[in-house]
Antibody, heavy 120, light 113 residues
């Protein structure tokens, strides 16, 4: 069965950096695009970034452009999110999510999520 | 960006009764070339990841109970739970996947009355 397991969260100071990883199993990782979606405390779901199955194209939410970088290593079945210049409002649970079978822009499996806290 | 607006923000329904959640998009998410609505619904329980319930506005994901149904077209959509069960307590989100960026409604919190 599909499994997505995030790692790398934690507490970081404002202006700092953090890298999240998402280890995928149970499907052919190299055939599917992947997303990061986040949920700030007490807030709703917010899309963060998308990468195509082969890494050829990447898309970001406007508020993350220039600060966040999505990447993947298909040989390791792993998705990454490099987060730089972190701000307090980046505090959230970050989920990796697999694209659906019929479109790249909805999500059929999600990881358990990893909390990132930006605080001094 | 397409803005998704759900109503109500919260809802309390008795066990066994019908629950209805509405979702409105700021522009149509109906793609004329294939006549499909690019609209999904998710269920999100505390401490768990969101779960896909419905895509194409009305197609249930595999394994989703048939008490969950989606309807609507263009800009107005509805998620209906025909007979509320205790395990359905959650926050429900609609999401458009018509274009970038994919956007979610603000969520509707469903509770037991």
């Amino acid at each position: 069965q599909v499994q997505l397991v995030e790692s790398g969260g934690g507490v970081v100071q404002p202006g700092g950096s953090l890298r999240l990883s998402c280890a995928a199993s149970g499907f052919t990782f190299s055939s599917y695009g992947m997303h990061w979606v986040r949920q700030a405390p007490g807030k709703g779901l917010e899309w963060v970034a998308f990468i195509r199955y082969d890494g050829s194209n990447k898309y970001y939410a406007d508020s993350m452009k220039g600060r966040f970088t999505i990447s993947r290593d298909n040989s390791r079945n792993t998705l990454y999110l490099q987060m730089n210049s972190l701000r307090a409002d980046d505090t959230a649970v970050y989920y990796c999510a697999k694209v659906g079978l019929h479109s790249d822009l909805y999500f059929d499996y999600w990881g358990q999520g990893k909390l990132v806290t930006v605080s001094s | 960006d397409i803005v998704m607006t759900q109503s109500p923000d919260s809802l309390a329904v008795s066990l066994g009764e019908r629950a209805t959640i509405n979702c409105k998009s700021s522009q149509s998410v109906l793609y004329s070339s294939n006549n499909k609505n690019y609209l999904a619904w998710y269920q999100h329980k505390p401490g768990q990841p969101p779960k896909l319930l419905i895509y194409w506005a009305s197609t249930r994901e595999s394994g989703v109970p048939d008490r969950f149904s989606g309807s609507g077209s263009g800009t107005d959509f509805t998620l209906t739970i025909s007979s509320l069960q205790a395990e359905d307590v959650a926050v429900y989100y609609c999401q458009q996947y018509y274009n970038f960026p994919p956007t979610f409604g603000q969520g509707t919190k469903l509770e037991i009355k």
